[in-house]
């Protein structure tokens, strides 16, 4: 399977454009995952990246990545529930790239699963601190600097920010907040042709699920029959989305949860 950033890797190699040229792009969680696959994707299409994450080996990885492929990127260590960390991982991309263009709050984890009833204010502070006050924090040091007219946020919301799931109520409360959050921020900033929207993927194969259930092969076993597609999503379907909702191509869309779920929530 060919994706799109790939076949516009492609096209750009032969006309030698790139459609983020001369842009920057920050992407939280960036050292795994969907942030990883997103952040490569950007610097192939032309993107100076800001790499923001927890660790740094993992995070510097990315950097290599991009490089790799002729890119320029730079990793910067931020926890996002940290306001100073938030704040000095923005002053770190205008201070490193002087400009801030577009922004994916990816950075997020499946918090502390388990019946509602058996879960603890701790519990509630984690899930709610990565996942909702994290996306929060990044739009609220973002906005400030993101340029005007072009400007673009992309916040990565979940299926589960559309849909209820059993023992999964706080990552599920976080992440309806996420979207909640997304609808409010783009309003706020629409007059400033800056459009804020979020991706929203169903189950995809990344270190979240894998870890937690012991690989590939069980994150498709769990997840994937219960997709109308079979299957669950790869982090490079859901980076395409979010390039293209950071993308001139979407330039009419702000508000929006766009669901990139293998028909999950369409059931
Ligand atoms: N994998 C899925 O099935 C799935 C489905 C829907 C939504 N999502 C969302 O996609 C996003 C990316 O997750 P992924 O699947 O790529 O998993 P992942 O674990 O590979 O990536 C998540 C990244 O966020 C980082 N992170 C966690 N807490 C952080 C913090 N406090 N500060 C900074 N970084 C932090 C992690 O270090 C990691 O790099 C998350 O927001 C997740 O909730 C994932």
Redo the contacts with the bound molecule.
């Keep these: 399977m060919v994706s799109q950033n790939e076949s516009q890797h492609r096209d750009s190699e032969m006309t030698g454009t790139n459609q983020f040229d001369n842009t920057v792009a920050l992407i939280?969680?960036g050292?795994?995952?969907?942030?990883r696959k997103t952040a490569v994707a950007f610097g192939q299409q032309g993107a100076n990246v800001v790499v923001?994450?927890?660790?740094t080996t993992?995070g510097d990885k990315t950097v290599r990545l991009i490089e790799d492929s002729g890119g320029s990127a730079t990793f910067v260590k931020?926890?996002?529930?940290r306001e100073d960390d938030v704040k000095q991982m923005v002053d770190h991309a205008i201070s490193t790239y002087g400009r801030l263009d577009h922004a994916v709050n990816?950075?997020?984890?499946?918090g502390v699963p388990g019946p509602l009833a058996e879960r603890t204010e701790d519990d509630w502070e984690y899930t709610m601190g990565?996942?909702l006050k994290?996306v929060w924090l990044s739009m609220k040091h973002e906005i400030p600097l993101l340029h005007e007219s072009g400007g673009t946020i992309v916040n990565?919301a979940?299926?589960?920010g559309h849909v209820g799931f059993e023992e999964f109520s706080l990552y599920v409360a976080a992440k309806h907040g996420v979207v909640g959050l997304t609808r409010a921020a783009a309003l706020e900033v629409a007059d400033q042709g800056i459009r804020v929207n979020a991706v929203s993927?169903?189950?995809?194969d990344?270190?979240?699920?894998r870890d937690r259930l012991g690989g590939s092969k069980a994150v498709q076993e769990t997840f994937g029959p219960s997709h109308p597609l079979g299957r669950v999503g790869t982090?490079e379907e859901v980076a395409d989305a979010i390039v293209w909702l950071s993308s001139e191509q979407s330039s009419f869309v702000t508000g929006q949860s766009l669901l990139v779920d293998g028909g999950y929530t369409a059931q």
């Design positions: 939280t969680g050292s795994s995952g969907i942030g923001a994450g927890r660790t993992e931020t926890d996002v529930t990816n950075a997020g984890n499946v990565v996942n994290g990565t979940s299926d589960f993927p169903g189950a995809v990344t270190p979240m699920n982090p």
